[in-house]
């Protein structure tokens, strides 16, 4: 299923926002084997402990939304031009993301 750009992004926010409370409330086990499991907790602990320090920073800069545009753009352009299909690493990604909060609750 496509998300659109907005809601990827409430998507990746979210979930984020659910790995810092869970991790401010208990620290999660590390038991699980699974290469699903890894990769999606080194992701989202990888995402979750930088992201609230650089929206603390970029919130302080008065051209931040016009620099995260031009990044995504760039993003954007890089990706066309190497072929990259966003549309299905995006999807790949969020349903890593998903199942590791999903084990993690």
Do not use: C
């Not at 995260?68 to 969020?94: C, P, Q, R, T, W």
Request: no cysteine.
């Amino acid at each position: 299923m496509m998300l659109g750009i907005n809601a990827t992004v409430d998507k990746i926010s979210s979930l984020i926002e659910a790995r810092q409370n869970s991790r401010s409330i208990q620290q999660l086990p590390h038991s699980s084997n699974s290469p699903l499991r890894m990769i999606g907790e080194s992701l989202l602990n990888r995402f979750a402990s930088g992201i609230s320090e650089t929206a603390i920073l970029a919130e302080q800069q008065e051209n931040i939304q016009e620099e995260l545009i031009e990044n995504i753009i760039s993003s954007f352009a890089l990706a066309g031009m190497l072929g990259i299909d966003l549309e299905k690493n995006l999807a790949g990604l969020i349903d890593i993301l998903d199942a590791v909060s999903a084990e993690a609750s």
